[in-house]
């Protein structure tokens, strides 16, 4: 086995490692965005409003400092 094989077998192993460990991840961050919706939907629609523009306000302080 040549050089350019051992290291494009070690390329695709570490591949294969990040997606795995991508795909819990990835499902608990749609599970909390599911919870997120079904809890809105059971906001009261005042509520739900504050919550929005708290989410709003977060993003645009996020989007400040994200220089």
Do not use: S
């Amino acid at each position: 086995m040549g050089m350019k094989d051992k290291f494009q077998n070690q390329a695709e192993q570490w591949q294969n490692q990040a997606k795995e460990k991508m795909d819990p991840a990835k499902e608990q961050g749609q599970q909390r965005g599911r919870g997120r919706r079904e809890r809105d939907e059971e906001m009261d629609p005042r509520e739900r409003e504050r919550t929005q523009r708290e989410r709003e306000e977060q993003e645009r302080l996020d989007a400040d400092y994200d220089v």
